[in-house]
């Protein structure tokens, strides 16, 4: 889930010293001498110097554009929109209950958990929190759903629209204005470890284009 999603400098020589031989005389020509053919004559010897690195090779696949950050909820489409609404409505109530009637059941049960949640949803989520109320975990899924988005895999089955953007943004090319964002979520501490990682770990939400819960998880 966590998708959950580095080129050497050439170096030429600095200075290539000439080497000067002393040009050998040529005998004097023999009028009574058989002549004799010469062959073409070679190519001065060069060294050849590196081509440049490029981004891509012809007949190479380009990678992957990284997709555009948004901050725009009029981007979203109405079913998405409502339903990022009614769960920052629940987190702001206070009362982690208020999820149980916005999380997907069934085989397309809302993800809680990157392996099987054992029993009832609503008490996963207050084991994730640091208090027995489970208002850290509402005040973290509330920050995560305020931050900018990305919408991924559009047009096919998996198209998602996902929280926060960082999730799809290698983390080691955030600007300072994105760490700034990022440190809103997580501490400073934590950012190492994502490096370490190559990406980010931290909790992250997705809904789906009609509006489905699809996620909310934490973790490598």
């Excluded at 931290?202 to 009609?210: A, K, N, T």
Aim: aromatic fraction near 8%; include cysteine; charged fraction near 25%.
């Amino acid at each position: 889930m966590c998708a959950l999603l580095f080129a050497l400098p050439v170096h030429a020589f600095s200075e290539l010293q000439e080497t000067q031989f002393e040009a050998p005389e040529e005998p004097e020509s023999d009028p009574q001498a058989p002549a004799v053919e010469r062959g073409p004559d070679l190519p001065a010897l060069e060294v050849p110097l590196p081509d440049p690195i490029r981004p891509g090779t012809p007949g190479q696949s380009a990678p992957e554009a990284t997709p555009r950050i948004l901050y725009d909820l009029m981007l979203l489409p109405e079913p998405v929109r409502r339903m990022r609404e009614r769960i920052m409505e629940a987190c702001k109530a206070g009362d982690v209950e208020a999820l149980r009637a916005l999380l997907s059941t069934g085989a397309n049960a809302t993800q809680l958990s990157l392996s099987a949640v054992e029993g009832d949803p609503i008490d996963h989520l207050k084991s994730l929190s640091g208090d027995e109320e489970g208002h850290e975990i509402l005040a973290i899924l509330y920050e995560v759903l305020a931050a900018g988005f990305v919408h991924l895999d559009i047009g096919t089955d998996d198209e998602i629209y996902a929280w926060p953007y960082f999730v799809a943004i290698p983390i080691e090319t955030l600007t300072p204005p994105q760490r700034v964002e990022l440190f809103k979520l997580v501490t400073a501490g934590d950012y190492e470890e994502m490096k370490a990682y190559g990406t980010y770990i931290f909790f992250r939400v997705g809904i789906s284009p009609d509006g489905e819960w699809e996620f909310f998880v934490g973790g490598e």
